[in-house]
Antibody, heavy 120, light 108 residues
Framework: EIQLLESGGGLVQPGGSLRLSCAAS????????MSWVRQAPGKGLEWVSA????????YYADSVKGRFTISRDNSKNTLYLQMNSLRAEDTAVYYC?????????????WGQGTLVTVSS | SYVLTQPPSVSVAPGQTARITCGGN??????VHWYQQKPGQAPVLVVY???DRPSRIPERFSGSNSGNTATLTISRVEAGDEADYYC???????????FGGGTKLTVL
């Protein structure tokens, strides 16, 4: 069974930084696009960022562009999200999601999520 | 930016058919994916590319997409189908992913 295990969440002050990781296993990681999707408490799903299989192209939601950076290390089967200048409205569960293809389509598997809380 | 509109809630009796809509401008020209999310759990893909179903998803789940509306249909609804359902597309004009606001399915 495909596994996606997020880590790195926690409590951070406004303006602070955090780096999320997603360790993937049991599939050919470099062959699939990956994304981060978040869900604020009691709210719906919000796409954050995506990266294609090679890592050569990245995409960001307007709400995080310029503050967050997505990357991947295909040799370590790991996806990352560097989050800077964090705001209260970034508080959410952050899910790592595996795309169905090399490019961005729909998500066939999701991790269990890691909670990020931005508060003073 | 591209917007997907879902009804906040849908209610159906056990054994009946639930239909959850997802509206968007010319959504029929896009591939629509649907996710089920139960409380405290991660989302699960139930329909992809408008009407295809992952192997682990029951045949009771089906989808269609035409014009300005995509629809997720759940036949012979069971208590275990009670969940939030989200539609999703790729907005190719901006290389963004868009989710609908979600629909809470209640089984009466």
């Amino acid at each position: 069974e495909i596994q996606l295990l997020e880590s790195g969440g926690g409590l951070v002050q406004p303006g602070g930084s955090l780096r999320l990781s997603c360790a993937a296993s049991r599939f050919t990681f470099s062959s699939y696009a990956m994304s981060w999707v978040r869900q604020a408490p009691g709210k719906g799903l919000e796409w954050v960022s995506a990266i294609i299989g090679s890592g050569g192209s990245t995409y960001y939601a307007d709400s995080v562009k310029g503050r967050f950076t997505i990357s991947r290390d295909n040799s370590k089967n790991t996806l990352y999200l560097q989050m800077n200048s964090l705001r209260a409205e970034d508080t959410a569960v952050y899910y790592c999601a595996k795309d169905r293809t090399y490019d961005i389509t729909g998500y066939s598997y999701w991790g269990q999520g890691t909670l990020v809380t931005v508060s003073s | 930016s591209y917007v997907l509109t879902q009804p906040p809630s849908v209610s159906v009796a056990p054994g009946q058919t639930a239909r959850i809509t997802c509206g968007g401008n010319n959504i029929g020209s896009k591939s629509v994916h649907w996710y089920q999310q139960k409380p405290g759990q991660a989302p699960v893909l139930v329909v992809y590319d408008d009407s295809d179903r992952p192997s682990r998803i029951p045949e009771r789940f089906s989808g269609s997409n035409s014009g300005n509306t995509a629809t997720l249909t759940i036949s012979r609804v069971e208590a275990g189908d009670e969940a939030d359902y989200y539609c999703q597309v790729r907005d190719s004009s901006r290389d963004h992913v868009v989710f609908g606001g979600g629909t809470k399915l209640t089984v009466l």
